[in-house]
């Protein structure tokens, strides 16, 4: 069973930055579908970014530009470098994962996170964006 563990979140000023880690275990094979989602107080959880299997990357609208996706397979860590942050990132931010979704599906989860669902969540991590 893959278990994930989010860290990196804390509070900064917009226009400032955060990298997000989750330290993946449980499962040996590096190359499936991890990825980045957040949910805001009152809000429905929404897709941030992703990667798939074949390592293409996918991005909500609203964060192109400014996050980067990566992962280092080695150590069996996904990131998350956050610039040039806005209250409106402002959220409890979970990272996923699940060995059995292809990239496409991988894709759609950014796009419709509660169609296309992954099975394994860590716990989240905070952050907090001050205007």
């Known amino acids: 069973q893959v278990q994930l563990v989010e860290s990196g979140g804390g509070s900064v000023q917009a226009g400032g930055s955060l990298r997000l880690s989750c330290a993946a275990s449980?499962?040996?094979?590096?190359?499936?579908?991890m990825g980045w989602y957040r949910q805001a107080p009152g809000k429905e959880r929404e897709g941030v970014a992703a990667i798939g299997g074949d390592g293409i990357t996918s991005y909500a609208d609203s964060v192109k530009g400014r996050f980067t996706i990566s992962k280092d397979n080695g150590k069996n860590t996904l990131y998350l470098q956050m610039n040039n942050l806005k209250p409106e990132d402002t959220a409890m931010y979970y990272c996923?994962?699940?060995?059995?979704?292809?990239?496409?599906?991988?894709?759609?989860?950014?796009?419709?996170?509660?169609?296309?669902?992954?099975?394994?969540w860590g716990k989240g991590t905070l952050v907090t964006i001050s205007s």
């Open positions: 996923a994962a699940d060995p059995g979704r292809n990239p496409a599906y991988c894709r759609l989860s950014i796009r419709s996170p509660n169609i296309y669902t992954l099975n394994y």
């Open positions: 449980g499962y040996t094979d590096s190359n499936y579908c």
